[in-house]
């Protein structure tokens, strides 16, 4: 399964392959329409349809190879997941889902108070230069 590190509440597009479980595991292409869905769970809650539908990126050159936008409130979340269900013959398709982990809860580090030095320059200086 695919994770990354996102943004937390900023839009994105995501990608997925689709394969042929019945063709040698060769990209399916054609998946459009109201047969193929993207379900989404933030911070583990049960699925959901995300908002805007899976599109085909180029059946040609790419073939089973989706992407799904994801709007900015699909992302605020700590934890999202991301998956593809295609409701004709759900056992024929099949992709891996995809975890986004958000900096929801960033650190902060104020950089005076490294090693006690109330001189921020100064000590961030420090920081990196061994000395502190």
Known sequence: MLSTIIEYNTALTIYFFI????????????LVGSYLSARISQDGSATAATTNAPAEVDATTLPGVY????????????????????????????????????????RKVNVGEINADGTAPGNLANAFNGAG
């Open 19 to 30: 394969r042929n479980t019945t063709s040698y595991q060769q990209g399916k292409t054609g």
């Open 67 to 106: 992407s799904v936008l994801l709007t900015a409130g699909e992302t605020a979340y700590g934890t999202i997941m991301v998956g593809t269900y295609y409701s004709a013959y759900p056992s024929y398709y099949q992709s891996e889902p995809v975890m986004l982990f958000t900096d929801a809860n960033p």
